[in-house]
């Protein structure tokens, strides 16, 4: 099955992908940043703050802004995933690789035949989030 769809919640979500993508850049746990690279997604009015939803054959990704799906595209439309603990490394954290969004996939999720129509729709979906928001 494949759905895409935008919830709305009153609080600023915190998705698999919040924390590696939206690094804070005023030295605070990222948690509690005030401002972060790339910006979180900010509320819509009257709505709240939107988590963007994309269902893709048995499994559902969430995430809390537009800059997550496009990392979340870029990555696993790679045909050799990078290693979390690359990816850690890069990012200079001390969370061990064990943490991250792309090890908490499931095995599935990962090989290369799911990933290249999962790929197809979260850009299909992202159009559509882009309109949205």
């Known amino acids: 099955m494949k759905k895409h769809w935008v919830a709305f919640?009153?609080?600023q979500p915190c998705c698999p992908m919040t924390s590696w993508v939206h690094r804070s850049v005023d030295e605070k746990p990222w948690f509690q940043a005030q401002t972060c690279e790339?910006?979180?997604q900010t509320a819509v009015p009257?709505?709240?703050f939107p988590v963007f939803k994309v269902e893709f054959d048995g499994f559902?990704?969430?995430f809390s802004s537009i800059e997550?799906?496009?990392v979340c595209i870029e990555t696993l439309s790679k045909r050799v995933l990078p290693r979390?603990?690359?990816l850690?490394?890069?990012l200079g954290t001390s969370s061990g690789p064990n943490s991250h969004w792309l090890s908490r996939l499931p095995a599935n999720v990962k090989s290369w035949s799911y990933r290249q129509k999962a790929v197809t729709y979260?850009?299909?979906a992202l159009r559509t989030f882009e309109q949205v928001t």
């Open 84 to 86: 979390p603990i690359d």
């Open 60 to 62: 559902t990704f969430e």
């Open 122 to 124: 979260l850009l299909k």
């Open 9 to 11: 919640q009153d609080t």
């Open 68 to 70: 997550e799906i496009k």
């Open 38 to 40: 790339p910006p979180r």
């Open 88 to 90: 850690c490394r890069d």
């Open 46 to 48: 009257g709505k709240g």
